[in-house]
């Protein structure tokens, strides 16, 4: 089964590598994997999913929380949440395809970016059965190139994830340096 983990960490260097290594180290495969800011500045947020089994789920969000950075883990795979991706398709697009390839770019409700003379860039957001039902009926024009954002997951309702409010800024140590500079 697909898990989505929401993981808070410290905005610090060397955190997603220590969380990476964490999957690896477990053998376990990192279906996607995104990161960016939150709100507060000191805090980042990472979508995680993972096929893991309901055991497996439960040691992976416990192996996260020993992690020194991981501020709060959330297994959000049951709970109602407002589930993305995006991508950006490079398709082949002679002049005689070009109506057709613009035709399904808005059945799809995707745009289209950029317009070269043989080819088009098309941007789509949304689920990912949704990306994947795109790419399925633009291949016979001719994928040229794809990216994938990958997954990104907020939970529904209007409060923020349980317990995130109550997070204080990550309490800095002093070193040696920060001593000798203040002297």
């Given at each position: 089964m697909l898990n989505t983990y929401v993981v808070y960490v410290e905005n610090k260097p060397g955190v997603l590598t220590r969380v990476a290594s964490l999957f690896r180290r477990r053998a376990f495969n990192i279906d996607s994997l995104t990161v960016g800011r939150t709100e507060k500045p000191e805090v980042s947020r990472m979508t995680i999913t993972v096929d893991a089994d309901r055991d497996q789920a439960r040691r992976i969000e416990a192996n996260l929380y020993k992690l020194v950075n991981v501020l709060l883990v959330e297994n959000i795979t049951t709970a109602p949440a407002i589930v993305r991706d995006l991508a950006m398709i490079k398709v082949a697009a002679t002049h005689e395809?070009?109506?057709?390839?613009?035709?399904?770019?808005?059945?799809?409700?995707?745009r289209v970016v950029d317009v070269a003379p043989e080819s088009l860039i098309i941007e789509i957001t949304g689920g990912e059965d949704k990306i994947d039902g795109l790419l399925e009926v633009l291949r016979p024009y001719g994928v040229l190139e794809m990216v994938r954002t990958g997954i990104v997951a907020?939970?529904?309702?209007?409060?923020?994830?349980?317990?995130?409010?109550?997070?204080?800024?990550?309490?800095?140590?002093?070193?040696?340096?920060?001593?000798?500079?203040?002297?």
């Open positions: 395809a070009r109506s057709h390839v613009l035709e399904l770019a808005g059945v799809f409700r995707a907020m939970r529904r309702g209007n409060k923020p994830s349980a317990a995130l409010s109550s997070l204080e800024a990550p309490a800095q140590a002093v070193t040696d340096d920060d001593l000798s500079q203040s002297v």
